[in-house]
């Protein structure tokens, strides 16, 4: 199919988003640079594609061309339903979260719909931009040409808070030096899958770039990122500045000094996301991952008692398709609420995915973790929620058995939660 299609049709014609680094953008040259570009570069050379790319303004124009036909390939982009009426995608070729940034003063974003006239800037044309005028009409959307106006907005008062890549937010924040911004929060289900989009009267097109984009390894697609971010750093001093200010070492030293802490305090926010499920502010299932291994190895070590509770709010599809996704978040929160509350503080309970919790009850045999089970689900059970119905929860619990590994305790508390809610719900089955 490649050696046909190839021959049949020549160049494929692309259009980018010229102005995106460190993704992607045109140079000076007309060439095409950045992570995004040398994905669909090594994808289209596992295809044996040739592409020929479109120079285009702005990413408005290259998403005017593609409906249009002029180009036949976007080269990374996230699929949304407006663009689902014109392109098909490839499987992601590129993962990265989207995160809220905003000036340093701003309060935290655990929920974005309590935010209330405030404003938040994208770029024009971007996935974000359209989700959350459909998700969150409550914020007032504002647009600008570029990603690096779109901090500066916020950086100068003229926006609250922008919504970008992870990788971005962080790049932009440290070559411009706007070290009065922060990251306030991400959104569970925000995440960038960056895809490659073809026209759909191309639909052979499709197939042969996500064969591609099947055959990147994860080396290839982390050296790639490495390659870029590295060069920028590298290469961004400017000399002629450093010796302009040389004769000035006492200021030059205080604006290092404001950098290596506002940087320091930037990855400490970044681990700190990357440990948080920032719908709950618990912790996420990296989290747990790592707690459960340390206590199991506890528990085999010392020979120690270990249980896992395994929790799953009953009906959840209904409370979000009755009361809608808003009310389904705050439903979570107030679980979460209730359930904390019924543990002990020696317990970890975290989001393991969905409706799904997991708490760790370190020192903890089965009947104890029993009494503990039930006290969530009592508590869960009289809780007064916002939607105004009683809410309820099925619970697995087991404990450690000898020779256990993590995926084994998981396994029998999966299927134990699966006991009770085949057995009524609002209950705790044992395994």
């Known amino acids: ?46 295809a044996g594609v040739k592409l020929e790319i479109v120079r285009t303004a702005d990413w408005d124009e290259s998403l005017t061309f593609s409906q249009s036909g002029r180009c036949e390939v976007l080269s990374f982009l996230n699929s949304t339903p407006e663009r689902d ?50 998700d969150y009409p ?5 647009t600008c040409e570029s990603e690096r106006d779109a901090f500066q907005m916020v950086s100068d008062r003229k926006a609250d808070m922008t919504m970008r890549s992870l990788i971005m937010a962080a790049y932009t924040i440290k070559e411009k030096g706007l070290f009065n911004l922060k990251i306030s929060g991400q959104l569970p289900d925000y995440t960038n899958e960056l895809r490659i989009g073809i026209i759909k ?16 390894t994860n080396a290839e697609r982390q050296e790639i990122v490495n390659r870029h971010i ?7 001093t400017d000399y002629e500045l450093v010796a302009i200010i040389l004769g000035i070492f006492a200021i030059l030293a205080v604006l290092v000094g404001f950098w290596v802490v506002s940087i320091r305090r930037l990855n400490r926010e970044l681990v700190r996301i990357s440990q948080v499920d920032s719908l709950t502010q618990i912790s996420n299932r990296t989290r747990l991952d790592t707690i459960f291994e340390q206590e199991l190895d506890r528990a085999r070590r010392y020979g120690r008692e270990l249980s896992i509770l395994l929790l799953d709010i009953d009906y959840f599809k209904r409370i979000n398709d009755e009361f809608g996704h808003l009310a ?13 509350d019924s543990i002990r503080t020696t317990d970890f309970i975290g ?21 503990i089970a039930e006290r969530v689900r009592i508590a869960v059970s009289n809780f007064m929620f916002p939607t105004g119905r009683q809410h309820t929860v099925s619970i697995g619990v087991t404990s450690y058995k000898e020779g256990d590994t993590a995926d084994m305790m998981l396994m029998r508390a999966d299927a134990a939660m699966y006991c009770a809610k085949n057995s009524g719900r609002n209950r705790i089955c044992c395994k």
């Not at 590295?230 to 290469?235: H, L, S």
């Not at 989001?351 to 009494?371: K, N, S, Y």
Request: hydrophobic letters at 40%; a negative charge.
């Open 1 to 46: 199919m490649q050696k046909d299609f190839i021959k049949n049709h020549g160049t494929v014609k692309v259009c980018v988003d010229p102005d995106w680094y460190p993704f992607e953008m045109l140079d000076g040259n007309g060439g095409h640079i950045g992570i995004g570009a040398d994905l669909l570069r090594l994808a289209a050379k596992k």
């Open 85 to 134: 009426t014109w392109l098909n995608f490839t499987r992601p070729v590129f993962t990265d979260i989207n995160v809220f940034v905003t000036r340093e003063e701003h309060r935290y974003i655990p929920d974005p719909a309590e935010l209330s006239g405030e404003t938040i800037v994208f770029p024009k044309g971007t996935a974000m931009e359209e989700l959350i005028r459909r």
């Open 138 to 142: 409550e914020l007032r959307v504002l």
């Open 201 to 216: 009267s191309e639909p052979a097109l499709a197939e042969i770039l996500d064969f591609g984009v099947l055959h990147i």
């Open 230 to 236: 590295y060069i920028k750093a590298e290469t961004g």
């Open 328 to 340: 389904g978040d705050r439903v979570l929160k107030d679980f979460v609420k209730a359930a904390k």
């Open 351 to 371: 989001r393991w995915g969905g409706e799904e919790f997991l708490v760790i009850c370190p020192e903890t045999g089965i009947e104890q973790a029993e009494l």
